[in-house]
Each structure stands twice: as C-alpha cells, then as structure tokens.
C-alpha cells in the first residue's frame, strides 16, 4: 500500500511559466510534508516543507500548497527555470509512525528554454 | 557546509559477495538512513537508526543489514549480494526523524 504517491512520472513546460506538481497521500496522521529536489547523480536535497496546521508556505519561487481534507498537496514553482530541471520527491511523516519520511515516487520536471 | 559523504561513487561486486557500504556524516545528527532508488519506485527506506548502536527496518530490510558503532558513521552491508540489489543507495542524516534530511551524493552498485 503506497501511503504517498506522485501521479504524474513527469512534467514538461516552458521557461517563465509555472509548474505544478502533485502530491496526494493516504495516511490521515501525516503531520508534516517535504519536497526534495534531485539531479541526477547528486543526492536529493531539501527544498521547502510545510506543517498540517498550516495550508501555504511560501520560499521565493517555491510554493507549497496543503489540502488536509483531500489529502492532497502541490509544489508551485513560479516562474520555471530551465536550472529547476530535475526530478522533485514528495515526503510526508507522522509522529505515530516513529517520525520518518515516507517518499513519492518522483516527478520529472523539464523546463524547456 | 554540512555534508554527508559516501565512500563510492559507483561499485561493482559479483554475486554473492559481501559489499559494504559507508556514510559518514559531519553534521552531529542522532539519525541516519538507507535507501535504495530504483526508476519508478522511488526512494525506498532499508534501515534506519536514531542512535549509536541502535536500528530500525525499513520498507525493504530483506538482505541487508547495518551497523552504527559511532554517531558520524552508518554502515549498509550485503551479506551476500544479488543482481536485484543492483541499484543507486543513498545515505541520509537528519536532526529529527521527521524533519529535513541531509543526502549523500548516492552510490551506483552493480551485482553481477
């Protein structure tokens, strides 16, 4: 039973627009949610996170969204840079599941010039 | 800069050799992770430990064990490898269990 999981393998779009990707999870005790960033041939690397009690966080380009009741959340990345090219994790953990991250399968994301 | 180093970049064993793979961790962290990556399944958890000595399974612990005999240290070993541990293995280190994780940069093992 997959409790995270990233519908779309992989994203395209243009340079300038936004890119949306998705994220929806089963386990309702999932308290808290990370997207990672992965090139490849480098390890994943943190890029925002957002806590259950709230339902936006905002870094720069990056925007995270949370949708408790759908289970649901969204990475926004305005505007795209062909430099955001890579492959984006979603995490999500609870406190009742010893804490750790549970992963997404991954999205491919392409910004083409 | 915090960093967490792997000590092979890629690597080549034959079946049913023991493998041994290190990270190391600079950052003081109490807890460590493996994964392995495979395409279209993600990052999968084999171990973890939140304390010198002390370990938990993941998803996938099934011929791997680990060891974590120094806080900075967490060892991935395959007692005997096959060609289905072929994969990238990624070592992580965290201050919480829940929180930010730091990655090394992966190692790519081939079994043959």
């Known amino acids: 039973d997959q409790q995270v999981k990233q519908n779309s393998p992989s994203l395209s779009v243009q340079e300038g627009r936004i890119s949306i990707l998705n994220c929806d999870y089963t386990?309702?005790?999932?308290?808290?949610f990370l997207w990672y960033k992965k090139y490849p041939a480098e390890g994943p690397t943190f890029l925002i996170s957002i806590s259950s009690i709230k339902d936006k966080n905002e870094d720069g380009r990056f925007t995270v969204f949370l949708n408790k009741s759908a289970k649901h959340l969204s990475l926004h990345i305005v505007p795209s840079q062909p430099g955001d090219s890579a492959v984006y994790f979603c995490a999500a953990s609870a406190n009742t599941n010893a804490g750790k991250s549970t992963f997404g399968d991954g999205t491919t994301l392409t910004v083409k010039p | 800069d915090v960093k967490v180093t792997q000590s092979s970049r890629y690597l080549v064993k034959r079946t049913g050799e023991k493998v041994f793979l290190e990270c190391v961790q600079d950052m003081d962290h109490e807890n460590m992770f493996w994964y392995r990556q495979d395409p279209g399944l993600g990052l999968r958890l084999i171990y973890f430990s939140y304390d010198v000595k002390m370990k938990e399974k993941g998803d996938i612990p099934e011929g791997y064990s680990v060891s974590r005999e120094k806080k900075e240290r967490f060892s991935l070993i395959l007692e005997s490898a096959s060609t289905n541990q072929t994969s990238m293995y990624l070592c992580a280190s965290s201050l919480s269990l829940a929180g930010e994780q730091f990655f090394g940069p992966g190692t790519r093992l081939t079994v043959l």
């Open positions: 386990n309702s005790m999932f308290d808290y």
